[in-house]
Structures are given as structure tokens and as C-alpha cells.
């Protein structure tokens, strides 16, 4: 049995993976559901409201959604040992969410009936082949124009190449086809982890993750920024460093910075005393962006600073474990944020969510053994967004 693959420690790893080998992956997802204007998961995604047809726009995390997507992790050869205790992360994840809104959990034919029973009856599980559960990288970046809700389908090839992606390349595709949602398609490669937006016009991005010959060989940063433009329909893009070939994502931005409400970001901050890494610099570097940006709508962004746990009071470890609060889920009733066992740091964490999101529960949940594999509870989830 080999050694589970961190999304971290995995790039230094990867040759040698088998085509049949599951695959791991990284992940961003959000906001509410209407439980008046559900299908059963088998069905198409229901009429839209009738109105005025409106341009395409990317909307915010705290909006409207039908239902959460998240993706079970198939196989040993990605996790090895450690496989049973991310699954019981996962599950114990989609049970949290379940309890206040839908969510559909895909997982290999072969392994529904086993899901089911780890899941429970409130979680729906589809037979949809996956290789592992970062369904933010996986699924479409879910778009509204005219009405109606369509995906944009951003080529996923396994964070730049770095491990095999059989299942998880077309997931996709199967996901609009299933829900009868519209394909956008783009020249663009990149994952939904790369993408933070206000819902207003404003998207939030690492240079590294997509600006990268891995994804987008010979396309510049204005290329790149002109083509987010036309298929995401934002009108800002602000440009953060972030750090490349240190993980598979190379640097995702929903581990660095989040939007809590327009004109609100909150950022990553090193517990103090941390000695200087990439990461910490590369959240420097965000910092000093992000306090003097202003937003799709000329306004000047509020930075509020989020810092991390005692690295010797968390519950988790692991060379690539990822201790930052910045990885959250938004849904209709709930934040769900990660429970990493530092008392102090956890609370505060909850405290400032709450502040941001009063009307919404303040979920924290434990997700050691994923955030070990280097990700987490965004990075584990996806919203399809509903309109109305």
C-alpha cells in the first residue's frame, strides 16, 4: 500500500502513477439552497424564471444554490492507509451540509451502495466515476445569463499535468449534461480553486495557478485576463503572486483570500512566531495588493486578517497540512469552516464568519485527515447555483 499523496508533497511524487490509479485533486464552492425549487437529481435543473435577460455574471459564494456537489475519494492508491479516515472526513462533511441543504455526492458505480451506507439517507449519492474528492477543481465554474444558469468548463488536466485524471477530466461535461445545464466552452485551463468573486464583477486570482505554461503555455497575463473577462463575465481581475511548483495546485487562491461581502476580504495570516516561508510571503505579497485595490465597483477593498492555529495545539499534522481558515463553504444556513483544535484560534475563526454572516450557523467541522492531504472543506465541495 503506498503512501497517501498529499496535493503538497504530491508534485514531488507523480511519476510512476498508473493510468488506473485514482487521482487526487484540489478545490472553491457556496450559498444557499430554495428548497421550493428542487428536482429530483435525475431530472434537469428546472425552468428559470422568467425576466429581463441579463449579461453573463459570475456570482458570490453567499448566493442562492440548489444543491452542494461534492465527490467521494475512490481510491488507495492516492490516500494508502489513510484512505479510511479521509473517507469518514468526507462523510462527516456531506452529513453536516445535508442537515441544512441538499447535497449530491458522486462516487464510483461499484462504490455507491458502500457511500450510501458511510453517507447516510439525507446525502444523495450518483453513480458518477470520479478519481478523488476535490469536486472544486472538478465541476464546471457555474455562471447566469439571459436567465439561465450555464457552466463554464475550464479543461481540467490534473493541475498542470501533474497525475492522471481519467474520471476526474470529464466530470465536467457529465455534471452539465446530467443537470441539462449549457457547456461554455474556453481555450482556458484551470480549476474552480483559482477563482474568488464578490458576485459584483470582481475576481480574486494567483497568477500561478493560471498563468502557468503547465495550464496555459505561451497565453500572457492579459490574454489570460481577457479571456476570464469573456467567459466568467467580470469586469476586474485583481492578480495575486502567488507561488508556483510548491503544490499540485500551485497555489490555489482559496487558501490564501476570501471575500466575506463586497468590498470585504479576509486573508490568511501565519500564526505568530512562524518562521517565513513561501506561504507566509506569498500572503505578504497579498497583503500589499489587496490594501490599496479597489473593486469592480471603484471601492476600496477592507482587509481583515485571519490567523492561523497554534501549529503545536491543532489535532492534525503532516508536512502538508493546511491550517488555513480561509478554506470555507458558504451555504443557505451554514458556514462551514474547519475545527482544527486549537481553542483559542477556532473560536476566532467562528467569531469573525459569524460577524460576516449573521444569518447563517457557524459549522465547525473536523477535517484532519483531509486537510493532512494538503485541502479542505472548499476545496471538497461545489455549489450549482440556483436563480430566483
Not at 449579461?55 to 492516492?78: C, Y
Request: hydrophobic share 40%; aromatic share 6%; glycine share 12%.
Amino acid at each position: 500500500m503506498t503512501n497517501a499523496l498529499s496535493r503538497r508533497s504530491l508534485i514531488r511524487s507523480l511519476a510512476g502513477v498508473g493510468a488506473a490509479a485514482g487521482v487526487g485533486a484540489l478545490a472553491l464552492g457556496l450559498t444557499g439552497c430554495d428548497p421550493n425549487n428542487l428536482e429530483d437529481v435525475d431530472g434537469a435543473v428546472p425552468p428559470q424564471p422568467s425576466g429581463t435577460a441579463g449579461p453573463r455574471r459570475f456570482g458570490a459564494e453567499w448566493e442562492k444554490h440548489l444543491r452542494t456537489v461534492m465527490s467521494w475519494p475512490a481510491s488507495e492508491n492516492v490516500w494508502g492507509d489513510q484512505l479510511p479516515d479521509v473517507r469518514r472526513d468526507v462523510a462527516g462533511l456531506a452529513q453536516a451540509i445535508s442537515a441544512r441543504e441538499p447535497v449530491v455526492l458522486m462516487a464510483r458505480p461499484e462504490q455507491v451502495e458502500a457511500v450510501r451506507k458511510a453517507c447516510g439517507s439525507a446525502v444523495e449519492v450518483v453513480p458518477i466515476a470520479v478519481d478523488d474528492l476535490w469536486a472544486r477543481d472538478t465541476l464546471p465554474v457555474f455562471v447566469e445569463e439571459g436567465g439561465k444558469v450555464k457552466g463554464v468548463d475550464f479543461n481540467f488536466n490534473g493541475w498542470g499535468g501533474k497525475q492522471q485524471r481519467g474520471n476526474d477530466a470529464k466530470v465536467a461535461r457529465t455534471v452539465l449534461a446530467k443537470y441539462g445545464v449549457e457547456r461554455i466552452e474556453t481555450r482556458l485551463v484551470a480549476e474552480g480553486g483559482s477563482f474568488e468573486t464578490d458576485g459584483q464583477g470582481t475576481l480574486l486570482v494567483t497568477e500561478s495557478s493560471v498563468v502557468n505554461d503547465n495550464r496555459n503555455p505561451g497565453m500572457s497575463r492579459d490574454q489570460v485576463e481577457a479571456e476570464l473577462k469573456k467567459v466568467l463575465g467580470v469586469t476586474k481581475v485583481i492578480w495575486l503572486a502567488g507561488v508556483k511548483g510548491k503544490d499540485i495546485t500551485d497555489a490555489h487562491v482559496d487558501c490564501l483570500t476570501r471575500f466575506a461581502a463586497p468590498g470585504v476580504v479576509l486573508l490568511d495570516q501565519a500564526f505568530p512566531g512562524s518562521p517565513a516561508d513561501v506561504w507566509s510571503r506569498s500572503a505578504d505579497q497579498a497583503r500589499s495588493v489587496l490594501k490599496d485595490a479597489t473593486d469592480a465597483t471603484g471601492r476600496k477593498l477592507q482587509v481583515v486578517e485571519l490567523q492561523q492555529p497554534d501549529p503545536d495545539r491543532i489535532t492534525g499534522r503532516g508536512d502538508a497540512f493546511v491550517s488555513s481558515y480561509m478554506n470555507f463553504y458558504i451555504g443557505s444556513k451554514g458556514v462551514y469552516l474547519p475545527k482544527f483544535g486549537d481553542a483559542r484560534a477556532d473560536d476566532r475563526a467562528q467569531q469573525v464568519l459569524k460577524q460576516y454572516f449573521p444569518g447563517r450557523e457557524i459549522v465547525p467541522v473536523k477535517i484532519d485527515a483531509i486537510a493532512a492531504g494538503g485541502g479542505g472543506i472548499h476545496c471538497a465541495t461545489h455549489d450549482i447555483p440556483a436563480l430566483g
